[in-house]
């Protein structure tokens, strides 16, 4: 079987598409309460609108950690990864013996 290097499209089952479709109906009919001034909704709306948030605050921060450790492991020549000599030497295991 042919291993495809990068997609240019991802692949979605339908099924997936499905629940995700049932799921933001389910966020925006509470919405739509919260909209009509129910008390309730407008506290369920806003704890996934607080999550949402935080969660591109987090990627934002991770995205902005990677370009810097990428760019400071660019200008010092290293590939910005663990080198095969940083790593410990591990001695010889202690079941080769044969055991006591």
């Known amino acids: 079987m042919r291993k495809i290097e990068s997609m240019l499209i991802p692949r979605f089952s339908i099924r997936f598409m499905l629940l995700v479709t049932t799921a933001l109906a389910g966020v925006f009919l ?4 919260a909209y009509r001034g129910h ?3 407008l506290c369920v709306v806003a704890g996934v ?3 949402a948030v935080a969660m591109l605050v987090y990627a934002g921060v991770f995205g902005l ?3 810097a450790t ?3 492991a660019a200008e010092r020549g290293t590939g910005g990864g663990i080198r095969r000599a940083d ?3 591990a ?3 202690p079941a080769a013996d044969g055991g006591p």
């Open 65 to 67: 950690i990677w370009v």
């Open 91 to 93: 001695g010889p295991s």
């Open 30 to 33: 509470v919405a739509g309460f």
């Open 39 to 41: 008390m309730w909704a």
């Open 49 to 51: 609108v607080s999550v």
């Open 87 to 89: 790593r410990p030497t």
């Open 70 to 72: 990428g760019r400071f």
